[in-house]
């Protein structure tokens, strides 16, 4: 079976089994028993592959189904923070006309649930939380510098003399840098489950919320905002196919075999950093240890 329980900040570990019966240090660990429970529950580990599940590695979902590990609660705490995101805009959306919420799909052996589905505009919402880097990347926000049209420099420095206009760094958007990421991947792909499902979609978006939006680290990248609609290109659907089916035969045919898969690719562990720090199976995976 895959979580089996959580590690304490010290390292020590706690079975779900304590979890579930409350015998679990709370002051130690530093949730709730209810955050804990939460993040305990799982899919079945016999499910079919998902969407999100096929963007990752294989090797990385095949251990979440097949290993028993042990995971940090802080670990969790974003995607948590996302699954509440994702539950308060559903319940707005069931009260709004013409608007789909939490639509489950399924083709080809590949599953997948849409966030939103606006009838009306045959538009496909995702919904983010994410930090304001991600997001940088994803609206193609450019760095510039111009000269601001009152102030100077007091005194001379490497910057100018004094009296010379002072330079101000300035954000822009360039499309042709914009890199969605996996982001792109996986709204395509739902958008071609919704096809092959009988839906129409004309144009796919990202609402992204800024995590960290506010604070100094997101403005420095230009992200003023706290919330960004990021409109999505179309790929082509035979680039989703031979990505995504692929990557349903290598885990399918792992699984059946009980192989472990070969090293995650450089882009799919964003060249070692999940490893270190992201991936929930780190402590298991032979390759990392």
Request: charge should be neutral; charged fraction near 25%.
């Amino acid at each position: 079976m895959p979580l089996i329980g959580f590690k304490y900040p010290d390292g020590s570990v706690v079975s779900l089994e304590d979890v579930a019966n409350n015998n679990v240090d709370l002051s130690k660990m530093g949730v709730t028993l209810p955050t804990l429970i939460e993040m305990s529950s799982q899919r079945p580990v016999d499910r079919k592959p998902s969407t999100t599940e096929l963007i990752d590695g294989t090797c990385q979902a095949y251990l979440k189904r097949t290993a028993d590990y042990f995971e940090s609660p802080d670990e969790q705490a974003f995607a948590l923070s996302g699954t509440k995101h994702h539950a308060l805009l559903e319940q707005s959306a069931l009260t709004s006309v013409n608007q789909l919420t939490e639509i489950s799909l399924e083709h080809d052996g590949i599953t997948g649930t849409a966030d939103l589905y606006d009838e009306k505009r045959k538009m496909l919402v995702d919904y983010k939380l994410s930090g304001s880097y991600k997001i940088a990347k994803a609206l193609g926000l450019q760095p510039r510098h111009s000269f601001h049209p009152t102030e100077v420099y007091l005194k001379s420095g490497r910057w100018g003399k004094a009296g010379s206009p002072r330079r101000v760094k300035e954000f822009y958007i360039d499309k042709n840098k914009a890199d969605l990421e996996d982001w792109g991947w996986q709204l395509n792909f739902y958008r071609y489950l919704l096809e092959k499902n009988g839906y129409e979609v004309n144009s796919m978006y990202i609402q992204a919320t800024v995590r960290d939006g506010g604070l100094q680290v997101a403005t420095s990248r230009g992200v003023d905002r706290k919330i960004y609609m990021i409109e999505v290109p179309f790929i082509n659907n035979e680039h989703l196919e031979a990505r995504f089916i692929g990557k349903r035969d290598a885990l399918s045919k792992a699984l059946e075999t009980k192989v472990l898969p070969s090293k995650c690719t450089d882009k799919e562990t964003w060249n070692g950093v999940k490893c270190e720090s992201y991936c929930s199976v780190k402590d298991v995976c032979p390759y990392v240890n």
